[in-house]
């Protein structure tokens, strides 16, 4: 396949800023005297075979009657020896006026065709629009919504550094390996604790009295609940237990028992014992 043509099509169906040409057995000896030569080989698609360049060569002439010519010409522009060139063409007038129509760098050997300024700009617009299509479509993917909390940023529901494209193919694997667990908000928490400190205060904890006398032995438990609830009707059954000394037999005394033996006589009282409220038949 000839340089200049891609497939059937011919080099001006396609983009020049696009190609590039060199010739390998010309690199190691470019120099500022010969790039030109190197620049009008046949093989080369930016080189018109119409320019006063070719004529000029074929007549066996100078370059410098360049200037005394009209038409298409090429020109080197600039030298930096021995790894950049820049050659222009242009279609030259007069002597003195010619309007330049393209430019071509050479860089290592290798012939590049310069973008124009409205390709550039063309380029950048269409760059930063995709970059910013792209931003977009991940901050989307970032964003949450409930009816209850509304929107919120989740960032970590997908690895840093990983491209729009990719979070739906790793998501799938993400989602069989690992649960979702969702973190409880801030008003889920203080609605928690307040509804723990109001049952705390509608239902508080029993305590047990216990009272100890050496004499007269008095064990006394109460069931306590709160003060509210004593006044209301069902009255809780309080038991009390007493326990008196009862002293010993005078025969026991002189029959040398131990002073201060004490029989413990128990009473169990019982108060405030009511049967269970009858059941009304439903008119």
């Not at 908000?185 to 904890?205: G, I, N, Y």
């Amino acid at each position: 396949m000839m340089p200049g043509r891609i497939g059937n099509l011919p080099l001006a169906a396609e983009n020049p800023l696009g190609l590039s040409w060199h010739d390998s057995a010309w690199i190691p000896l470019l120099s500022p005297s010969n790039i030109m030569d190197y620049f009008s080989e046949r093989s080369n698609p930016f080189f018109d075979r119409t320019c006063n360049n070719e004529i000029v060569k074929m007549q066996r002439l100078s370059m410098d009657q360049l200037q005394n010519m009209t038409g298409l010409e090429y020109i080197l522009l600039h030298v930096q020896d021995p790894i950049l060139y820049v050659i222009r063409k242009q279609h030259r007038h007069s002597p003195t006026q010619a309007t330049p129509l393209a430019d071509y760098y050479i860089i290592a050997g290798i012939v590049y065709q310069a973008p124009d300024l409205a390709s550039v700009l063309n380029s950048r617009l269409l760059s930063a629009v995709h970059h910013l299509q792209c931003s977009f479509e991940e901050t989307m993917s970032y964003s949450r919504y409930h009816p209850s909390k509304g929107y919120w940023w989740d960032f970590k529901a997908t690895k840093p550094g990983l491209s729009p494209y990719s979070i739906g193919q790793s998501s799938t694997k993400d989602a069989s390996s690992t649960p979702k667990e969702e973190p409880s908000t801030l008003f889920q928490r203080q609605r928690v604790d307040m509804l723990l400190a109001e049952l705390v205060r509608q239902f508080p904890l029993p305590i047990t009295q216990t009272t100890n006398q050496s004499n007269g032995v008095t064990v006394k438990s109460e069931n306590s609940t709160d003060k509210n609830a004593e006044k209301t009707e069902s009255n809780v059954n309080n038991i009390t237990i007493k326990q008196e000394p009862v002293d010993p037999p005078v025969s026991d005394m002189t029959n040398g028992g131990l002073q201060g033996h004490a029989e413990i006589k128990t009473e169990i009282k019982q108060e405030n014992m009511k049967p269970p409220p009858e059941k009304k038949p439903r008119l």
